[in-house]
């Protein structure tokens, strides 16, 4: 300390310097009278900064002197950009009274640090010390936070945490790169999470809403390019009921002609998974009615092992229709759109033939007629083969949207073969002929007729003459 007795004089000026590093101060006072001040020094400190591990510096310092006392320092670090950014979470308001500190997460690279004492308004400021911080190498994956068992579709109440880290077992913070997940063997297993893959913030990756839908054992693999690892094993069970979803979906159908698939709905958990002890009611509607009516055998319809089969489900009028299955709570389930047509109107002959008569067929495709189908000694010639086809009034073919369709074919006095043909869901003209041989008295008449009919649909004829 260095005290000196002044005498005040009018524009009197005093000043105080010290060769740096070290502080300086000087006041300036103008008047008469008698006074008295003092003077210091306040010593900068010798820092020294090392990286003993990638991502992480080291620095210590040596304490400053000087009166007044210094309270605290402050650290700057400037890259080599001279970019200046704080250091060890200090600034010239937020001192630190430690003589150390070690910063972690520094990107690689080359780095000046300077310390500088803060006492009162005096601060004396090191010289700077250099540094460079290797790149760190990720030469492993680790689950910091394991996943934890739970119910298909539902996320696991631990999402899964994964850290990517050097050789020394320390988190990479400056690595950002992407970390996948997937299940070892699926065995038909879905996983999915809010993300996937996930890019890692600081050197870890942290997953969300993270679920798998099937009952199982699982392990899950985290994969970052060349780096993986495995989780523990974890087990999923089934869920209680959640929701319902369509196994069969109606198809098209004719108005008031009963579906060829009928609905069958099932109750499931969130994962999909099938509740076998569920035996609740499901219901059926049609989403948007606009007047039509749905007529099924029972509805609703109890479950049987949480699977809801409907039977003789129809809709009176036409249109495009989905259904909507609900039971209490659930989610309800909305069918694939399927469409009501108008139901055919006749049956009609198809790539007929006839053998012997004479004349070629007149009438029309709904009622035939030959003439000159010769009589020999009182036994026929002439046949007449043919498929049959679902039509519309005008004789266009109407495609079978219904179940199939059995055509009976009867003669009035002669023979047919087959006696019943099948026009097929999905087609419109029966698979094969049927073959009809007529039969004529010797006296006569000498017609005979064939009549193919089939249920909801006008019946086609066919006359042979001799």
Same mark, same amino acid.
């Given at each position: ?171 990479? *913070?400056?690595?950002? !790169?992407?970390? /996948? =997940?997937?299940?070892?063997?699926? @065995?038909?297993? %879905?996983? $999915? ?128 229709? *989905?259904?909507?299955? !609900?039971?209490? /709570? =659930?989610?309800?389930?909305?069918? @694939?759109?399927? %469409?009501? $047509? ?125």
């Amino acid at each position: 300390m260095l005290r000196r007795g002044l005498l005040i004089l009018p524009s009197l000026w005093v000043a105080a310097t010290l060769a740096a590093p070290s502080a300086a101060a000087y006041w300036h006072s103008s008047g008469s009278g008698s006074g008295s001040a003092q003077t210091g020094t306040l010593s900068a400190p010798v820092v020294s900064a090392t990286s003993p591990t990638p991502a992480t510096v080291t620095l210590t310092w040596s304490a400053s002197t000087g009166t007044p006392a210094p309270i605290g320092y402050y650290l700057v670090r400037t890259d080599s950009s001279n970019v200046a950014a704080a250091a060890c979470a200090t600034s010239p308001g937020t001192t630190t009274s430690a003589l150390t500190c070690t910063e972690s997460g520094i990107a690689a690279g080359t780095y000046a640090y300077t310390v500088t004492a803060v006492s009162r308004s005096w601060t004396a400021t090191s010289v700077p010390a250099s540094v460079t911080v290797a790149v760190q190498t990720p030469t492993e994956l680790v689950f910091t936070t394991q996943p934890s068992n739970s119910t298909g579709g539902v996320a696991f109440p631990s999402q899964p945490v994964v850290a990517i880290k050097d050789g020394a077992g320390n988190v990479i *913070t400056t690595n950002v !790169s992407a970390v /996948s =997940l997937a299940i070892q063997t699926p @065995a038909g297993a %879905t996983l $999915s999470c809010t993300a996937n893959p996930r890019s890692a913030l600081a050197g870890v990756a942290t997953f969300s809403g993270c679920a798998i839908n099937k009952p199982g054992s699982y392990i899950l693999v985290a994969t970052d390019g060349p780096l993986t690892v495995a989780s523990a094993s974890i087990t999923i069970g089934i869920g209680p009921a959640a929701r319902l979803t369509f196994s069969v979906s109606p198809s098209d159908s004719f108005v008031n002609g009963k579906f060829f698939s009928q609905p069958i709905v099932t109750i499931q958990d969130a994962g999909g998974n099938t509740i076998s002890s569920d035996t609740s009611s499901v219901t059926l509607a049609i989403t948007t009615p606009a007047g039509a009516l749905l007529g099924c055998t029972a509805n609703p319809r109890i479950a049987a092992a949480g699977v809801a089969t409907f039977a003789g489900c129809l809709i009176n009028k036409s249109g495009a229709y *989905t259904l909507t299955a !609900s039971d209490g /709570s =659930l989610t309800p389930a909305v069918s @694939a759109s399927f %469409t009501v $047509s108008a139901a055919p109107t006749n049956l009609a002959w198809s790539g007929n033939t006839t053998t012997v008569c004479t004349t070629p067929a007149s009438g029309t495709a709904f009622a035939l007629i030959y003439n000159g189908c010769s009589l020999v000694l009182g036994i026929s010639a002439g046949t007449f083969a043919s498929k049959l086809m679902l039509a519309d009034a005008s004789g266009s073919p109407v495609t079978n949207l219904g179940v199939d369709l059995t055509v009976t074919l009867a003669p009035v006095t002669g023979s047919v073969s087959p006696t019943t043909v099948t026009i097929a869901h999905g087609q419109s003209v029966s698979s094969v002929s049927s073959t009809f041989h007529p039969g004529y008295g010797a006296l006569g008449p000498y017609t005979d007729t064939v009549t193919a009919s089939a249920p909801a649909v006008i019946s086609a004829t066919a006359k042979l003459n001799a």
